[in-house]
């Protein structure tokens, strides 16, 4: 049994959007023009209720300051996360759909391994790829400046072009736990699985040679047992596998603010479980969420919001 069925069966959660935050969170922000590394990450410039005398006149300390008043008078069962979730930078296989066409891509050059200009066998970033993973550098050293919460965890996923993009983004910044930068590995984070080889995972040895100071989760296999060449994993399995993760993240994982670096599949599928508009994330950007979680116990064979022992 895995760490994340266990985590599953023992804890759930029902997830929530705290909305009023970002500009993200807004109907009227189009998702295709809107620039996070320009807009303080979509923070909004707002009071909070939870306002008192001499209060931070910094934004993001502000909303620090809010959102730990928000768990501090949470009752027991109620928790408020942070995340800020990342998308890798362009990759080698993001260019050859734009070669081919989404048609042909996924019918039948996906299936590949690669073509006459390279491989996208778990797809490695390319220079614009990178370059965009430094733009998400350079803003969160900016935005540090700023007062914006360091990230208190790291998750990412376990292909390439999301440890690169990690890596890039978070090593050497003056913020804590990034020098050295020791992010989770985190399977379940990955790309929709199955058919395309580009969501294909390397071996883990393989992961661990090249990002060496990464960490890996409890029962994190050898070899990728989860990408099937013949089945492509439909959207509503992969929302269900995003859950398990934020189950699995909410029950073991204590901190409030969090970075998780993924992929668009993996992101649409986060927003769609905490019940978030849709905002489909350019290569290398990042969106904040806040996250309500209301812890749920088995009874008998119903589940409730209540405690749980375990």
Not at 8 to 34: C, I, R
Not at 62 to 67: C, D, G, V, W, Y
């Amino acid at each position: 049994m895995t760490i994340t069925k266990l985590t599953t069966e023992l804890a759930s959660f029902k997830f929530s959007t705290v909305s009023g935050y970002f500009l993200q969170d807004e109907p009227s922000t189009d998702p295709d023009t809107f620039d996070y590394s320009s807009q303080n990450f979509g923070l909004i410039t707002k009071e909070y209720d939870s306002e008192i005398a001499n209060s931070h006149e910094i934004q993001w300390q502000r909303f620090t300051e809010h959102i730990t008043h928000l768990n501090e008078t949470a009752n027991p069962q109620t928790k408020y996360k942070v995340l800020f979730l990342g998308r890798h930078g362009e990759g080698v296989h993001n260019v050859a759909e734009r070669r081919y066409g989404t048609k042909a891509w996924d019918e039948y050059w996906s299936l590949l391994d690669g073509d006459e200009y390279g491989t996208w066998l778990d797809a490695h970033l390319t220079e614009v790829g990178i370059s965009q993973a430094q733009t998400a550098h350079d803003t969160w050293a900016q935005q540090s400046e700023s007062g914006i919460p360091a990230p208190q965890s790291y998750y990412v996923s376990p292909l390439h072009r999301c440890c690169q993009t990690a890596q890039v983004t978070f090593e050497g910044l003056d913020m804590p736990l990034t020098n050295p930068f020791q992010p989770l590995v985190k399977e379940l984070l990955r790309e929709t699985m199955g058919e395309h080889t580009c969501d294909r995972r390397s071996t883990k040895s393989a992961i661990a040679a090249e990002f060496p100071r990464y960490r890996f989760e409890p029962g994190f296999t050898e070899e990728d047992e989860l990408w099937d060449p013949k089945v492509r994993e439909a959207d509503e399995h992969r929302d269900r596998r995003l859950l398990d993760l934020l189950n699995d993240i909410f029950a073991t994982d204590e901190n409030v603010f969090l970075s998780l670096t993924a992929h668009s599949g993996a992101i649409t599928s986060i927003l769609e479980v905490i019940g978030h508009r849709r905002f489909p994330l350019a290569t290398g950007a990042v969106i904040p969420v806040v996250v309500k979680a209301e812890k749920r116990a088995r009874d008998g064979s119903n589940w409730h919001i209540g405690i749980l022992n375990v």
